[in-house]
């Protein structure tokens, strides 16, 4: 057979190396674990990359899927966790990127009837790896809210307007990983009211009144979110971002905080 042409391994003479190259938008099945030691079953969609010397015209785009099909049934956190250093390995790179995002499912107990529904929450895990330096592991969850607002509670006499907020919340670990349930529950304490996919007629009402009664303006949804964050000393880092879809404005309300704990804090 005749030798097929490598364009890849021809040198480029532009003096311009890049930070990362690789594949994006790979479906994969996934097994995560909930706090209830249940294996639960997603898919996720995969970012693999890598960085390219100035000297090479090209990386070898196969080899990310190769790297990804060794796991030939699903990924889990461990086999996740080795993605980047198997990159490295592969494609003799000097740092590589790996991004994951599923799905995560619970099952949800309405506040009054208790009646389930299931919950669907955004998580991702961005992991990093240079040669020779440790991985950093850096876990995300996105988690809808209910907020209500302090001043239109405080100027009206028959209501005052809530909205559904979406809360992006990051953190690293000092050291074990924890459950991505105890992040959810941490962020909907410090809302107006946790969101729910089923509601009976007195659970309507529970909500209705538990946001009533919890007013926060998207600053405080996110102070309350880091204070409970640095209680704890199971994070090196966190980031809060938090977001309300105005019920009356035709825009959104927008807060975020970033601390590296022990740091002092940075305007």
């Given at each position: ?49 890598v960085d390219l010397p ?56 309405a506040p009054v009837t ?50 559904r907020g979406i809360v ?100």
């Amino acid at each position: 057979m005749k030798e097929l042409k490598d364009t890849q391994n021809e040198r480029d003479t532009r003096q311009v190396s890049i930070d990362r190259v690789g594949v994006k938008g790979l479906k994969y099945p996934i097994v995560v674990r909930d706090k209830e030691h249940r294996r639960q079953s997603t898919v996720a969609t995969i970012s693999l990359a890598v960085d390219l010397p100035e000297e090479f015209k090209g990386t070898h785009m196969s080899r990310f899927v190769e790297v990804l099909q060794d796991h030939k049934r699903h990924l889990d956190v461990h086999s996740a966790v080795q993605l980047p250093g198997k990159l490295l390995e592969r494609l003799q790179a000097k740092r590589a990127h790996v991004e994951i995002e599923f799905p995560f499912f619970r099952s949800k107990a309405a506040p009054v009837t208790g009646m389930e529904g299931m919950m669907d929450y955004g998580v991702s895990f961005v992991i990093d790896e240079r040669l020779g330096e440790p991985v950093d592991f850096l876990l995300t969850v996105t988690v809808p809210v209910t907020t209500l607002c302090p001043c239109s509670k405080a100027m009206s006499e028959r209501g005052a307007h809530n909205q559904r907020g979406i809360v992006t919340y990051s953190v690293r670990f000092t050291s074990g990983p924890v459950w991505i349930e105890d992040l959810i529950d941490l962020i909907e304490a410090c809302a107006s009211c946790p969101v729910y996919s089923l509601l009976k007629r007195p659970d309507e009402k529970w909500v209705t009144d538990k946001a009533y009664d919890n007013p926060v303006f998207v600053e405080d949804l996110v102070r309350n979110i880091a204070i409970r964050t640095e209680s704890y000393n199971a994070f090196s880092w966190y980031r809060v971002e938090a977001e309300n879809f105005e019920s009356i404005h035709n825009h959104q309300a927008y807060a975020v905080i970033e601390r590296t704990l022990g740091d002092q804090k940075k305007d």
